[in-house]
């Protein structure tokens, strides 16, 4: 119970200001809220950061995790423009208005703002109250801060808006009130994430739908120049990403930008593993036979994950079944070295040669025996595969099967079969067509 004897008030420090400001929000009965109340008109430090609890700061540790298992894989360089995930103190520092507006309590805004707290004190990541309200979804809180006049366009240390983290976290009530309040629809992070790129990326339908029809920006990119139609097939297998497509194409969104490493838009829908994705790309005009800065296309990039359904789309689409990469590695070669018989036959359906090489003039036979993969050895010699051929090193397919493979950029899997077994299949199928004595 805080004094009520005026002459003996002494200062109240921010710590104190703090933890009277969680027995209001925690206390039910009227003694604790009468509390704040007094220490507020006596003057208690409102404007000035305090230390978060550690139960806090741990519950700020394990947002960042969950946002970071639920990021696709580390080498699609999204990690860079998490919101907070990058970016986290040894200790957060925030004022009384911040933590009102992370919980939700209108009542206790109310209060201090009667008081004359500073709607846009930053705490230690640069986020607003308003940036906290945002973030968690509290449209109630955000309504009446935007009405007492909050910023709207202000930026954290990773300079990422309200909107940004409203957009990120799935809030679509609290995207329209801050686009109503005149956020900027596409303003960019440090990163060159937009509130669109983020919705897209977490797969919140609803949010895309509200910032297209605010008419944010379909073709912005980041700052590895990814558009939000590249997140959105990355992550099409997650909830509402294949709808986020259709969304996309229907506003008119780049179906053959690139990358900056030239990736297409139709490599990210093959590595995002979404048939019906791809197929609203290529319905929509996409190059199916667009090639990245090593010269993959999406049909050998799906050749090489061994996703059959993804085949079979490009395939219909009529993907070039021969093309070549670096090094002049073709899809079925991609397929025969991982190991992926189903789609090897598929490809060899479609018309690719069974007998292209290489720049070391391997062909897909020596690729599948040197990575021991025995069924794929198979369905290559019974679609005529010539075990004549030699490598630019002299070796036959024979030659490779006995040899050690170079893993890198993978082929070995633990299905694969012995050195054993695929050289003796070789060697009984190679004495019946009399090339082996």
Known sequence: MILRNVRRFRPFPADSVRA???????????????????????????????SISDSEQLEEEMKKEEMRAEMPNPRTDVWSIVPGLVLLPERLHEGCLHLLAREGCIEGVKMLFSFGVYLDLRDSRGRTALMNASSNGHTE???????????????????????????????AAAVRALLSGSAL??????????????????????????????????????????????????????KGGGEIVQVLVKAQADVNAVSRNRKAVVMFACEGSHCEALQLLIEGGANVDSADGDGMTALMLASWSGHGRIVKVLIEARANVNAAARFGMTPLMHAARMGGADVVEMLLQGGANVDAVESAGRTALMQACMYRHLETVKVLLSAGADTRIVSRSGDTALACAGQRPHCFGGGMSSSASSTEEVVSFLQTFLKKQGDLE
């Not at 937009?194 to 700052?223: F, H, P, Q, R």
């Open 20 to 50: 009277a400001v969680r027995a209001f929000m925690d206390g039910e009965n009227r003694e604790n809220r009468d509390d704040l109340f007094l220490l507020l008109r006596l003057g208690g430090e409102l404007n000035r950061p305090a």
């Open 141 to 171: 809180v955000l309504e009446f801060l935007l009405q007492a006049g909050a910023e709207t366009e202000g930026v954290d240390k990773e300079g990422v808006s309200a909107l940004i983290l409203a957009a990120w976290n799935g809030h």
């Open 185 to 238: 629809v596409d303003a960019v992070s440090r990163a060159g994430l937009t509130a669109l790129m983020g919705a897209c990326i977490k797969g919140y339908v609803d949010v895309v739908n509200v910032l297209v029809e605010a008419d944010a920006s379909v073709e912005k990119k980041d700052w590895s120049d990814k558009t939000a139609l590249m997140y959105a097939c990355l992550r099409a297998s997650v």
